[in-house]
């Protein structure tokens, strides 16, 4: 992570944090202005405020670390959590079918639809640290070539039928409700409520669907360093894509990756995936099967098998706990990425890597969830964004922290792709364009471009190594510090 740009990212961070230091409400007003300056080339939806849907984050005060760091939250904080969130539900009269996310780790607090009286009540409730707007995070089609500016997060590019609904090459049709409906698809919570029964109120405390459980992971693997990795000759009958062969890649048997995206292919033969952690955090859909073909896609970059078949991927054969955040049309929320990051800060040990190939306007929720989880020792790869425009109002790609890296795209030729993000936050260039990957419905094709496939080639090389090593710079960076190509060696 210690390269060129480190300096000026330090320095920008401070002018950055000068620059989001205001009240409450100009905060919003400043965060609203910062998306809407992108708004004017993206999709319909993507970056959209959720109408009258807020993230509510509580003071952290409940948030007790482990000794040993792998897990976030004690029993006895997470149901302190619980209790507070309870009470504040009760208290301001917000109805369970309002609730659309419950948050208990680095972030703590819950996810809503709220009325105007409810929003103010919050706002002055001493718990609550701040209430953020939510948001939309579309991803475009994968699978095509366009270099068109188009989207502010950290998207694969799509071709001109970028984010159409359901165009029926999904496993699965449409189940996403357009964000004005009120999600008729949520159930019922029926989880029982042990912890604090409310005497007028019989409604279960736990309101959502997936509830990551704080277990303990094994501590087999303890915090890794920078360590020789294990070379592997691709088998016959496998393909070695262009930009994996550039990369550099190995024998990534035993690590783990966390993809926040949009499920994986779960039958596909070149995927190792970890069903037992995997899990969906949309509300009310509880598969973790791709019927977009985004996070399949990413998932093969980072550690298809050589098993002599469909491809290599950076970190073979790696672990791969699918966190789907984004349905069958590429539809996801700010909130749901703040659950996924909660849900790996919870799980996942120091030297496991997570991919975030997403991204939309400022959420400084979060960018605080994937702050304080890197802060473990858990490493991140985000995509800097396909608009063309400097990743500082991006969140989570403007993240500066250790353990947190930012990749732009580049072509076969080194050349810096002309929708790739750019700006102090990004720390290595990877690749990104024309890019081959593992497809939904089996098999490998194409991908298409976007820092969505440059992102996974450094989550593959952290997997390997712990940390990211370069050759070289890219060409035509639109800033003036030209990227590091990142590499395994
Ligand atoms: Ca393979
Ligand atoms: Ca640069």
Redo the contacts with the bound molecule.
Sequence with gaps: MMNN?TLFKALSGLALASVVTLSGCQKEDFMEEQFQTNAVQVNAQHGQAIPDQYIVVFKNGSNKLSSTGVSAMTIAGRSATVAMRERMLLATGIEREAIKQTFEGNVNGFAARLTKNQLEQLRNNPEVAYVEQDRIIMLAKPGTDNTTTKGNGGNTKGGTDTNTKGNGNGKKNTTEPTPEEPAPTEPTPTEPAPTEPTPSEPTPVEPIPVEPTPVEPAPTEPEQPTSAYTKITPLAGETLPWHIAMNGFGDGTGKTVWVIDSGVDTDHPDLNIDFQRSVSLIYGDASIEDGFGHGTNVAGIIAAKNNGTGMVGVAANASIVALRVFDNTGYGTVSRAISAVNYVNNMAKPGDVVNMSLGAGISSTLDNAVTAAASKGILFAIAAGNSATDCSVNSPARVNAVGVYTV?AMDRYQNFWASSN??AP?DFAAPGVSATSTRIGGGIGSAGSGTSLAAPHVAGILLLRGEVFSQGTVNG???S???PIASVE
């Design positions: 740009s732009s750019y700006g990004v960076d639109k800033d510090w030209p990227d």
